[in-house]
């Protein structure tokens, strides 16, 4: 838990201080999950799982990250949709599921 937290803390301050630059919100978002990501893996690897990591992990690790992913933008396109002017709660919901989803493809197909 700590670890994804720590995760999402990077994540989330990489994609708020690039907003607070005025980057474009999904490009902000795009540079704030690879900046997680690559922390994440490493982290997740060595202390979560305990697996060490490989370029067998790592694609899986990408992969999963790719469908995690895919899971974060569509809450946030929905809501922006919605309500133009909740860049913030959009993207707090969009890492929520993020990580739950990550968590979870980690947990039973990546770091297995």
């Known amino acids: 838990m700590v ?10 301050l990489v ?4 907003m607070y630059a005025n980057y474009n919100l999904y490009i902000a978002n795009a540079i704030g999950y690879v900046a997680g990501i690559i922390f994440s893996f490493f982290v997740n690897s060595l202390f ?38 909740y860049k913030i709660f959009a993207q707090l919901v969009g890492m929520i599921i993020y990580t739950i989803t990550g968590f979870i493809l980690n947990r039973y197909w990546v770091m297995k």
């Open 3 to 12: 670890v994804g937290l720590m995760n999402t803390g990077v994540t989330a």
């Open 15 to 18: 994609i708020f201080c690039l």
């Open 48 to 85: 979560t799982f305990k697996t060490g990591p490989s370029i067998r992990n790592l694609a899986k690790f990408l992969i999963a990250c790719g469908i995690a992913y895919i899971t974060n933008i569509l809450p946030i396109k929905m809501i922006l949709f919605l309500s133009p002017d």
